[in-house]
């Protein structure tokens, strides 16, 4: 199996009067945070099956995926490292962190990183230092910025919050959008398994997080802490 398999296999599902939407959807146009990434227009569904079909590719034929200027063979890519990753198909683990690590430019859209950052990223780093998260937290990059929050879901899965709380003080600050939302949906996500930790959280920093964060975080919660989350950032 060759990287051109899976180029040829892509094609054959792609949608051509999809791909402007989707160029909108990934705001891949001039000026935006995705400019200059070519879409084909496949299904998340297509390119999932495809993967797994592909999932025994070699590291070699992977990482020419991986450095592709199509997005969904970057995709793909990344989604066949996850299988690998899990199962220990042909590669370790190690070789398939390092290599994630490694080629975090081409890993440059918020699919492409939540797609694998907690399934790679996460699962390696759990029992280990996660110092190499808060410096892709203070990264200029926005999306090594995505991977250390995104990263963080694995050990929130296991009701483990200290670092995704550490990474989300790093961020609270930042200027991006997609981060916003990044930090928010993690902090949600504690939420749902520890309410107590995230209000925590929220009463000492909901002030100084932007809007679309801090609505992202209170989502789910009931209209009268909803409100008075909102009312207390309006306050200052």
């Known amino acids: 199996m060759k990287a051109k398999d899976v180029q040829k296999s892509l094609r054959s599902v792609a949608r051509p009067d999809r791909v402007e939407q989707l160029q909108r959807f990934f ?14 227009g496949v299904y998340v569904p297509d390119a999932r099956k495809i993967a797994s079909e592909f999932k025994t590719l070699s590291i070699t034929e992977i990482k ?3 450095k592709s200027k199509i997005h969904e063979e970057r995709f793909v890519a990344l989604l066949i490292l996850v299988d690998q990753f899990k199962i220990g198909i042909r ?42 998260l808060e410096e892709l937290a203070k990264s200029e990059d926005l999306w090594k910025r995505r991977i250390a929050m995104m990263a963080t879901f694995h050990e929130i899965k296991k009701s483990k919050f200290k670092t995704a709380l550490k990474i989300a003080k790093i961020l609270l600050n930042d200027s991006h ?6 930090v928010g949906w993690m902090l949600r996500e504690i939420g749902k398994r520890d309410l107590e930790t995230e209000e925590q959280f929220l009463e000492k920093h909901s002030t100084k ?28």
């Open 91 to 132: 590669n370790d683990q190690e070789t398939i962190y390092n290599l994630y690590l490694d080629n975090t430019k081409y890993i440059n859209n918020w699919d492409l990183v939540d797609a694998s950052a907690h399934l790679i990223v996460g699962p390696f780093l759990e029992g280990k230092s996660k110092k190499i």
């Open 64 to 66: 020419k995926l991986l």
């Open 177 to 182: 959008d997609l981060i916003h939302k990044s």
């Open 27 to 40: 705001k891949s146009g001039p000026g935006e945070y995705a400019e200059g990434d070519i879409l084909i």
């Open 209 to 236: 997080m932007p809007r679309t964060m801090l609505r992202y975080a209170i989502e789910r919660f009931p209209k009268e802490k909803y409100r008075y989350f909102l009312e207390k950032k309006q306050s200052k």
